[in-house]
């Protein structure tokens, strides 16, 4: 499979912002419909792929324009309030194009620097499932001569349906039982084509249907050295591959939340006021006036903590010390907490402004709860409020790693 050679070419931030919202509009029309009916937005993707949005961290010598991330942020936030889905396919796109700028040999990043500009889609295989931890990978990398060999099963491997690569985390190890949270990882980049690699569309969550999160197997497949990258040098010093990786997971988060929001208002404009309440429209309730004061707030904090997050993260990308990085992650975790807390909410309030008529199947408008409560379990929000705590009291740094 080979990149799409018409990507188009992003020329600043502010061409980023239109053509994101431009595709958000088309993204919107048919989302409830692809959600109800689990339609894979293959078109949508291709869209995406073709607009250039996907380079759009790409370093200025490697050709891109190195947006910051309160740009990627905003974008990610533009796609999820019209389809969530969407905005989650691309996630590790842009968390592995981090650890290749962190990583990577300079040819590496020409050769992929430049399959992303040409339009190419990279994809995660990164979860596992069974009892051992997250942060322990049974799917190895062993080295055979001059190249490596790769052998696991990866589950929850969103995107990897569309894309080009697929960039599988593993350890590098002859024997997974052997396994365990210190064991070196690596990230292997492999063609969607590859022979050994099986794509699986078993994913069936309650919601973020059509993210094509399924499962992806590897059998002995031959990887050569210069497509295998290193990872657990990231978190040897300072580094805001994690933040990266959490704050766009929040701006999905936000979208949802700003989304279910502006659906609400819709419904509210259509419901019938309660008949105690004396008014003729059910906007004009004061109850109802409340409860939408009260979610407007809600949202628009969370869209605010995101922002702030974003330029920390951006400051520490620009001077990456023990504190700074530090202060990042700190700001990302605030702004994922208030951004999991106004997705839920907010979804959920949708329904108390629009009234009976909102809960028609037909609507789907349970989209919005689905797709928010599937989504915020990504990474629990009750260890961050541990290490902002900390934080707070004493001043304690929190750990590095892929989730913080």
Not at 63 to 91: K, M, N, W
Not at 260 to 266: D, H, I
């Amino acid at each position: 499979m080979s990149a799409v050679p018409t990507a188009a070419r992003i020329s600043d931030v502010d061409e980023a912002l239109r053509v994101a919202a431009t595709l958000a509009d088309g993204f919107a029309v048919g989302a409830a419909q692809r959600d109800a009916n689990r339609e894979l937005p293959h078109e949508q993707i291709r869209a995406l792929a073709a607009s250039g949005l996907l380079a759009l961290t790409v370093p200025v010598e490697y050709g891109g324009i190195a947006a910051p991330y309160g740009t990627v942020v905003e974008v990610f936030r533009i796609l999820a309030a019209a389809d969530p889905s969407i905005a989650q396919i691309p996630h590790s796109h842009f968390t592995f194009l981090e650890a290749l700028r962190s990583q990577g040999t300079d040819e590496q990043k020409r050769f992929f620097y430049g399959e992303v500009l040409a339009g190419a889609l990279l994809a995660n295989a990164q979860s596992e499932r069974g009892s051992r931890p997250m942060n322990v990978d049974t799917t190895i990398l062993r080295r055979q001569g001059d190249d490596y060999v790769l052998s696991g099963r990866k589950f929850y491997s969103t995107g990897a349906l569309f894309a080009d690569w697929i960039l599988v985390r593993a350890s590098l190890a002859d024997d997974p039982d052997a396994t365990d949270a210190s064991t070196p990882k690596a990230v292997a980049f492999v063609r969607r084509d590859t022979e050994g690699l099986t794509v699986v569309d078993d994913w069936d969550g309650m919601g973020q249907r059509t993210t094509a999160s399924g499962t992806v197997t590897l059998d002995d497949i031959v990887v050569p050295a210069s497509a295998v990258v290193p990872y657990s040098p990231i978190f040897d010093g300072p580094t805001t591959y994690g933040a990266q990786a959490q704050i766009t997971h929040a701006a999905i988060d936000v979208g949802i939340a700003t989304g279910a929001l502006a659906e609400a208002v819709l419904q509210a404009g259509r419901a019938r006021p309660h008949f105690e309440s004396g008014v003729e429209r059910a906007v004009d309730d004061p109850l109802l006036v409340q409860i939408a004061g009260e979610a407007t707030v809600t949202v628009r904090a969370a869209q605010v903590l995101l922002a702030q997050a974003a330029r920390a993260v951006d400051a520490a990308r620009a001077n990456p010390t023990e504190e700074s990085t530090a202060a990042a992650s700190i700001e990302v975790a605030t702004a994922k907490v208030a951004a999991t807390r106004a997705a839920v909410e907010t979804a959920s309030v949708l329904f108390e402004l629009g009234g009976t008529r909102s809960a028609s199947g037909s609507a789907n408008l349970s989209r919005y709860w689905r797709d928010a409560r599937t989504h915020t379990l990504h990474d629990a929000t009750r260890w961050k409020l541990q290490h902002i705590g900390r934080w707070t009291l004493s001043g304690t740094h929190p750990p590095r790693h892929g989730v913080l």
